[in-house]
């Protein structure tokens, strides 16, 4: 079975920090574009940061300088460290990827954790 299982949300104070890690598991030949979105109650889907399987990197103005994204093709693994949380970094975040399996591209996304950003 192919999966995304995203992990490390949490509560956090203001100004702390947390690590996300998406991992792609299951008969995956490969994976290639992988991003983090978030998302509030009644908004849409908002893109937070994009990494292309050769390290290309995209990032939302808002968390632009706060957050980083990385990912270990080895691992099948992306990461995102974010530093400096505000409150209006409370969402859930999910992982997507595009993902090699079972002879064609096919899009996942992951579960969601949820991140509260809070005092």
């Known amino acids: 079975q192919v999966q995304l299982v995203e992990s490390g949300g949490g509560l956090v104070q203001p100004r702390g920090s947390l690590r996300l890690s998406c991992v792609a598991s299951?008969?995956?030949?490969?994976?290639?574009?992988m991003r983090w979105y978030r998302q509030t109650s009644g908004k849409p889907r908002e893109l937070v940061a994009a990494?292309?399987?050769?390290?290309?990197?995209d990032y939302a103005d808002s968390v632009k300088g706060r957050f980083t994204i990385s990912r270990d093709n080895a691992k099948k693994t992306m990461y995102l460290q974010m530093n400096s949380l505000k409150s209006e970094d409370t969402a859930v975040y999910y992982c997507?990827?595009?993902?090699?399996?079972?002879?064609?591209?096919?899009?996942?996304w992951g579960q969601g954790t949820q991140v509260t950003v809070s005092s």
């Open positions: 997507n990827a595009e993902l090699l399996y079972g002879g064609r591209w096919r899009d996942y």
């Open positions: 299951g008969s995956i030949i490969s994976v290639d574009n």
């Open positions: 990494i292309s399987s050769d390290g290309r990197i």
